[in-house]
Each structure stands twice: as structure tokens, then as C-alpha cells.
């Protein structure tokens, strides 16, 4: 059975993927501008926290849509004039049921507990 977290080319994988929607525009909706045009994402990982920041000019807090399975933020948004869709690599696995989420003023700043890397087993 494969583990997704052992892929040492997932990194690399889901860069070229998000350069590439970035070049092709791929995750706007009817040519509004979606993430990696106007819109700053940034991912803070600091001690046993793990934090994201995001400006959503245009959208109200009701329509925003957040998802994470621990390795992947997914941000959802639409308004009337724009829609948002990106997944986000997180730098370490999070506790996704740890998240907290606000949203002030278009930006949107999600933290997560940071989970230890891996666990060591002792054999006897």
C-alpha cells in the first residue's frame, strides 16, 4: 500500500501544477481573477503552529469554503464577480480539527496545530 506522505516528489509535482494554473488561468471562473493574480497567499509554519493567509478581495465571509485532510488546505470562494479555488500545501501535516478560521477586511487567516513529523517505535 502506498503512503502519499513517503512521495519525495510530491513537492515538486504540486508546484508545477500551481505554476502552471498560475500560466494558464486555470481556477478562474469566466476570466475573473482568481488566486495567483491578485491574490496573496502565505503559510507561516512557526513552532507547533501552522498558519495561512489569504486576501479575498470581493468576497463576504458566507462564501468561503474551507477543507483539509492534513497535508492540503483547500480554499473555496466565490462572490458574484469572482471566484477563488486553490489547494495549498502545507509545510508540515496538521491537526485539521485543530483549525481555526477568521476573516477580517478580505483576508482570511486559518491556524492549524502542527503535528509531530513522525513517531519513533522502540522495538523489543
Do not use: W
Not at 495567483?36 to 463576504?60: M, N, Y
Not at 483549525?99 to 482570511?108: E, H
Amino acid at each position: 500500500m502506498r503512503d502519499d506522505r513517503d512521495d519525495p516528489f510530491g513537492d515538486i509535482f504540486d508546484e508545477i501544477e500551481r505554476m502552471m494554473n498560475q500560466m494558464t488561468g486555470a481556477g478562474t471562473h469566466g476570466g475573473d481573477s482568481g488566486f495567483g493574480t491578485e491574490t496573496h497567499v502565505s503559510v507561516q509554519h512557526e513552532d507547533e503552529e501552522v498558519r495561512l493567509l489569504a486576501d479575498l478581495p470581493g468576497v463576504g465571509k458566507d462564501d468561503i469554503d474551507l477543507k483539509c485532510d492534513g497535508r492540503t488546505l483547500t480554499i473555496s470562494a466565490r462572490s458574484e464577480t469572482r471566484r477563488y479555488d486553490e489547494r495549498v500545501r502545507l509545510p508540515v501535516r496538521v491537526d485539521e480539527h485543530s483549525a481555526s478560521a477568521s476573516f477580517n477586511n478580505g483576508v482570511l487567516e486559518v491556524t492549524f496545530d502542527a503535528m509531530e513529523p513522525s513517531a519513533d517505535i522502540d522495538v523489543e
